[in-house]
């Protein structure tokens, strides 16, 4: 069965400084993996995904995230971190279950940024 | 038009109340989604349309019954829920229910039972 793991349930970065939120997932056949961002009171917004096209993928609002077969890692980095960026982020991987594709999401990082 | 939307905005009902809530996309996508999700976690699938068919329940509790009526429009009917289930009710919508597709969240609607 696949899923991921979010290591952290917070993480709390400088402004300027790099973000680095963890993603590890459990796949048996090549995963589909999603960044999605919800702000507060708010639904959820795609940053980026990967669909073995490349493996360093770019994303919105200057995101970006590496898959790394090897480490069964797909990490999501910002190299400055913005007051904006505060939100919940929110790794997602695509699995079947019954006639359908849906998607498994872990279980989320805060991500506070200090002015 | 790139956007899901969703009425109402919030809604508080009582137990034995009646309510449905409603949600819209034109972006000529064919699959849709209803998820729950509580304070502090990940959304939880609820049920997923495609081509207008039901082709997903996680076994969710029949006070909640889906509705597809065109491939634009997704309701959730709701009947005699409880305290618990009241959380914030996403919907989404992908062009197709293909593992390579993302999905498209709408704001929400924010529900409180009383």
């Known amino acids: 069965a696949q899923s991921v793991t979010q290591l952290g349930s917070h993480v709390s970065v400088s402004e300027g400084a790099l973000v680095l939120l963890r993603c590890n997932y459990s796949?048996?056949?090549?995963?589909?993996l999603f960044w999605y961002v919800q702000y507060p009171n708010q639904g959820l917004q795609l940053l980026l995904k990967y669909t073995s096209a490349a493996t360093l993928v770019k994303g919105i609002n200057g995101f970006e995230a590496e898959f790394k077969k090897s480490e069964t890692s797909f990490h999501l980095t910002k190299p400055s971190a913005h007051m904006s960026d505060a939100a919940e982020y929110f790794c997602?991987?695509?699995?079947?279950?019954?006639?359908?594709?849906?998607?498994?999401f872990g279980s989320g990082t805060r991500l506070l940024v200090r002015p | 038009d790139t956007e899901v939307t969703q009425t109402p905005k919030h809604l508080v009902m009582g137990m034995t109340n009646k309510k449905s809530l409603k949600c819209e996309q034109h972006m000529g996508h064919r699959a849709m989604y209803w998820y729950k999700q509580k304070a502090k976690k990940p959304p939880e699938l609820m049920f997923v349309y495609s081509y207008e068919k039901l082709s997903i329940n996680e076994s969710v509790p029949s006070r909640f019954s889906p509705e597809c009526p065109n491939s634009s429009l997704l309701n959730l009917h709701l009947h005699a829920l409880q305290p618990e289930d009241s959380a914030l009710y996403l919907c989404a919508s992908s062009p197709t229910s293909n593992t390579y597709n993302e999905q498209f969240f709408g704001p929400g609607t924010r529900l409180t039972v009383l």
């Open positions: 796949s048996s056949v090549p995963p589909y």
């Open positions: 997602a991987v695509s699995a079947y279950g019954d006639s359908s594709y849906k998607l498994i």
